[in-house]
């Protein structure tokens, strides 16, 4: 995948200053967003004009704290998908957090390994189902593209 795969961060900035409004229902401002972030307002503005290409993470983070988005908006490839993912409700401070790390560590997984985590956590959503519905007991554990033995053979792991 290459840069040219994805929308220009000017682009996407773009969007959110288009697509999130003040809680006044006007369009924030580069002075608005910059109390809000600790971002001078002309570096704002060259992030709006394309003369900043590649934010620092500190930046985006800052963004997406304000803007109250995933840090995984900045890896949109259309305004579809910005819009898209702005549609999706905002979650508590916290939570985001959470899920820009969860987003942030499988993206750098092969693709099997993504996989995995994907039906680690359907395996995580029977069990929390399961649970819910007053059951005392797991689901059994899925088996994944690397069977543990696998994996304990290259650790030099004798145990089963």
């Known amino acids: 995948m290459t840069e040219s795969d994805f929308l220009t961060f000017a682009e996407q900035i773009n969007v959110l200053f288009s697509a999130r409004m003040h809680t006044t229902g006007r369009a924030y401002t ?4 910059s109390e809000g972030t600790g971002i001078a307002v002309a570096t704002l503005s060259q992030m709006r004009t394309g003369r ?14 304000f803007f109250q988005i995933p840090l995984r908006y900045f890896e949109t490839r259309t305004v579809e998908e910005c819009f898209a993912l702005l549609q ?3 979650t508590d401070d916290t939570k985001l957090g959470e899920l820009n790390e969860i987003a942030f560590r499988v993206t750098h997984l092969s693709p099997e390994a993504q996989q995995d985590i994907l039906t680690i956590i359907r395996w995580v959503q029977t069990a929390e189902q399961r649970y819910k519905q007053g059951g005392d007991t797991l689901p059994p554990f899925p088996r994944l593209s690397r069977s543990n033995d696998d994996v304990n053979e290259e650790q030099g792991d004798d145990t089963p």
């Open 30 to 33: 580069l002075h608005d967003v």
């Open 52 to 65: 900043i290409k590649n934010p620092q993470l500190s930046t985006l983070r800052a963004l997406c704290s």
């Open 88 to 90: 999706q409700p905002a």
